[in-house]
């Protein structure tokens, strides 16, 4: 008999980061880079102007969105 397999896009009741790109969501793969997600992070960070933000700057993030710090 198969195994279902999960729908990436499918959303989920918690906040799930990124294990690459640290972008936070509620899918299992990661809208951004399409990396699966991790349910343990700690920390996160609002970039609303990349272009502006030296935090953004500093963790090589090109796009406006909720970022985690850690990702495990």
């Not at 349910?39 to 953004?56: C, L, R």
């Amino acid at each position: 008999m198969p195994r279902a397999t999960s729908d990436p896009e499918k959303e989920t009741k918690d906040p799930m980061a990124c294990t690459r790109c640290t972008f936070i969501s509620h899918k299992l793969k990661c809208p951004l880079c399409g990396n699966d997600t991790s349910k343990d992070w700690q920390g996160y960070v609002v970039v609303i102007d990349h272009t502006k933000s030296e935090i953004a700057k500093k963790m090589g993030i090109n796009v406006n969105g909720k970022f985690a710090l850690r990702v495990r």
